[in-house]
């Protein structure tokens, strides 16, 4: 097996250099993006730095409790994301609540059925396993989450004239905003379809790439891709599927009526 390569923090500041230019590039250019990358860069470092520490203490203790702590945190962390990524957002404690519960429902369970079937460490909750690939999927949940929420959520605030004709001529809320729910999934789950098209030919995914220069059997990296891109796609369809009917149900009522009142104002 060939030797890992070790990085040291000259060939990190190496590669941080290309951020400099970039942020050059932004003030030639105008594009006042050059503090929001490097913010961004400063705290990609923070929090890897972070999570690198943490995830070597859990290695060590392979503790259930601390591995399902560590497990919370990182959901509860994604859908303050997802909530920040959405132009109108539901008001109230359903603004954050929705895309959590839906976040969290589809990624621990993937993630349970990937550790209980198929990778199957001893004991199935090794944190070695599970963070990863949670975080795998959760983070690509919270993408299809975010963007099905955001897609629902004004497409009705766009659409409500044609929404309540629909319920003025008897159809139920489900059959008035089915164009939106429709829409709402289609572009929650694109962004996984085009990443699946798009594996081994276009690009090498960042998990198969990790392990083939770790050492690992290029064909045994290729299995383990195939299986996380399964799991993500599977993650983030259910998850997308939770979110936009909960936001159905929450847009509308019992009497089928629309209640954009349920939604807050629209950011600057």
Do not use: C
């Not at 690198?52 to 702590?69: E, I, M, N, Q, R």
């Not at 963070?131 to 299809?144: C, D, E, K, Q, S």
């Not at 009705?156 to 929404?163: D, E, K, S, T, V």
């Not at 979110?243 to 149900?249: N, P, S, Y």
């Amino acid at each position: 097996m060939n030797k890992l390569i070790a990085l040291d923090v000259a060939d990190l500041a190496i590669a941080a250099g290309l951020l400099l230019i970039d942020a050059a590039l932004s003030i030639w250019l105008r594009l006042r993006l050059e503090g929001k990358l490097l913010i961004a860069a400063l705290r990609m470092v923070a929090q890897l730095l972070l999570i690198g520490l943490v995830l070597k203490g859990l290695f060590a203790l392979t503790s259930p409790l601390w591995t399902g702590v560590a497990a919370l945190i990182m959901i509860l962390f994604a859908g303050w994301e997802a909530l920040a990524r959405q132009e109108r957002r539901f008001s109230g404690i359903w603004g954050y609540g929705l895309g959590t519960t839906a976040m969290m429902t589809a990624s621990i369970l993937v993630t349970v059925f990937a550790l209980t079937t198929q990778v199957r460490p001893d004991p199935w909750f090794d944190p070695r396993y599970a963070i990863p690939m949670l975080g795998m999927i959760l983070g690509n949940t919270m993408t299809g989450v975010s963007l099905g929420l955001h897609s629902l959520s004004t497409g009705a605030w766009q659409n409500r004239r044609g929404i309540e004709a629909r319920l003025a001529l008897g159809a139920n809320r489900w059959e008035a905003m089915r164009p939106i729910s429709r829409a709402a999934m289609t572009n929650a789950l694109m962004p996984s379809i085009n990443a699946m098209s798009a594996s081994g030919i276009v690009y090498l995914p960042g998990m198969m790439t990790g392990q083939i220069i770790s050492g690992i059997d290029p064909m045994e990296a290729v299995k383990y891709q195939i299986l996380i891109m399964f799991l993500i796609v599977g993650g983030t369809g259910f998850g997308s599927v939770v979110a936009v009917f909960g936001g159905v149900l929450r847009l509308t009522d019992n009497r089928h009526r629309l209640r954009l009142d349920r939604l807050a104002a629209a950011r600057a």
